[in-house]
Nanobody, 118 residues
Framework: QVQLVESGGGLVQAGGSLRLSCAAS????????MGWYRQAPGKERDLVAT???????NYADSVKGRFTISRDSAKNTVYLQMNSLKPEDTAVYYC????????????WGQGTQVTVSS
C-alpha cells in the first residue's frame, strides 16, 4: 500500500519560513502528479502547488512568489518551501499523489499543521 508521510509543520511568526516534506513509500515517478493541499477550519481543501514529471509546477495565486515545490527523486520526497508566511496560510497541509491509472488524487498523507502567528 502507498504511504505518504508529511513532516516539517509547526508554529512560526509572520514573515518566517518553513519547509514541508512528503516522503513516499515508492518512487515518485510512479505518480503522474504530486502536490500540496491545505485545509483551514471550516474551509474546503484547496490546492497549493503541484509538480509533474517535466518537472512542471503550478501554484495557487495566493502563494505564488512565496512558496516553491520541488522534489528529490532519489529520496522519494517532495518538498514545499514556504517563505514570507502570513497568518492566512494557517492550515493543515496535506501531501497528495495521483497515479497514472487514477482519477483525481488517489493517495493522501495524514497532514501536518502549519500555524502562522501575527
Amino acid at each position: 500500500q502507498v504511504q505518504l508521510v508529511e513532516s516539517g509543520g509547526g508554529l512560526v511568526q509572520a514573515g518566517g519560513s518553513l519547509r514541508l516534506s512528503c516522503a513516499a513509500s515508492r518512487s515518485i515517478f510512479s505518480f503522474n502528479r504530486m502536490g500540496w493541499y491545505r485545509q483551514a477550519p471550516g474551509k474546503e481543501r484547496d490546492l497549493v502547488a503541484t509538480i509533474t514529471g517535466g518537472p512542471t509546477t503550478n501554484y495557487a495565486d495566493s502563494v505564488k512568489g512565496r512558496f516553491t515545490i520541488s522534489r528529490d527523486s532519489a529520496k522519494n520526497t517532495v518538498y514545499l518551501q514556504m517563505n514570507s508566511l502570513k497568518p492566512e496560510d494557517t492550515a493543515v497541509y496535506y501531501c497528495g499523489a495521483r497515479t497514472y491509472s487514477g482519477g483525481a488524487i488517489d493517495y493522501w498523507g495524514q497532514g501536518t499543521q502549519v500555524t502562522v502567528s501575527s
